[in-house]
């Protein structure tokens, strides 16, 4: 892994930073390898919400729970110098709470509306983030995510229900900040992003050839407690848009 010196300055300041060659070629090509054969042979026996599908109705757009489900992706998320780096930016021994994908598969990868991870979180106080790493090239046009740097600052936004399998509660409103003001997040495969649970971001549907697949971990810190007022919410949302 290779960390740049000031992850924990930039996390803290924009609530978003890359770190590029997060993991190596080696073990991307593991990840990918491992995430092929969990779809082909082990999915079709877990629960139907272990997995959102595209609207064509049979391509993954999420895999859920891998940290459950999966043995490999349990390691690969508690490894020693993931929690290390992470412990920093939580405040405390992280808890790995999942491991999942981002599929966006070529063609009928759909978009992720304006939202606050929180939102489906629900931790209080929101010590909690994620490490987006890429499988896949991803670029602005197969469906980059972007972020508004800074607005993990902000409170928490008024939402709504989304509507969007799998994304099924998002901001009220969208906001003014313009696409070329946001942090788009193209990186190479085996790069990744941290963001923080507050970290407002989007992405667009993929119309092109290429897939843009992510590998996400979740972690929050040990002393986190579920809001109720925000889990009350999201449970609007996810019952009005179940993921399966
Ligand atoms: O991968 C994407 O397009 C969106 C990811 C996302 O919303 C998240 O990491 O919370």
Known sequence: MNKNNNVVEDYQRDGVVRIREFFSSETVEKIRTELDRYIR??????????????????TVRNLWRLNQHNEFFRELGQRAEMLSLVADLVGGVPVLEGVETFSKPARVGSGVPYHQDNAYFCQTPPDMLTVWVAIDPVTIENGAVSFIKGSHKLEMQPTKPSGVTGNSIGLAEIPDTSNSEQFCATLSPGDATIHHCMTIHHSAPNHTGKSRLGLLFVYRGPHTK??????????????????A
Do not use: Q
């Open 226 to 243: 579920t809001d109720n007022r925000l889990k009350e919410s999201y449970t609007e949302a996810v019952t009005a848009t179940p993921p």
């Open 41 to 58: 042979e082990d999915l079709p026996s877990k629960p139907v919400d272990a997995r959102t599908l595209e609207a064509d109705g049979k």
